[in-house]
């Protein structure tokens, strides 16, 4: 049950002649559904909103330290999860503006 790591040359293997990484069908109706010259600007949106809240999710963390009784995990999770939700899509759209998905 355990997940093997792909090796290197399955890795080389598994991209085109320019480099580029083959990603899933819905990552591609993702990008189809999207103007290509809208992906940097969109990437580095999606991308800043993840560290602000990130960012918010630090500061939470640092100002509940004094109160640990008053910390719920609910919201501890919700923050972690949007701020990786908004970094981790807006990181796609900047990897597929430079090329890096075919």
Avoid: C
Avoid at 85 to 99: D, I, M, T, V
């Amino acid at each position: 049950l355990g997940f093997a790591h792909p090796t290197e040359q399955q890795m080389v293997d598994a991209m085109d002649a320019e480099g580029a990484i083959p990603i899933s069908a819905a990552g591609q109706i993702l990008l189809r559904s999207i103007h290509p010259e809208l992906y940097s600007d969109l990437g580095l949106l999606l991308l800043f909103l993840g560290i602000v809240v990130g960012l918010h999710f630090l500061y939470y963390e640092v100002s509940m330290l004094w109160k640990p009784v008053n910390r719920p995990i609910y919201m501890q999770l919700w923050l972690a999860m949007v701020a990786s939700f908004f970094s981790g899509l807006g990181l796609f759209f900047l990897y597929a503006w430079a090329g890096l998905y075919s």
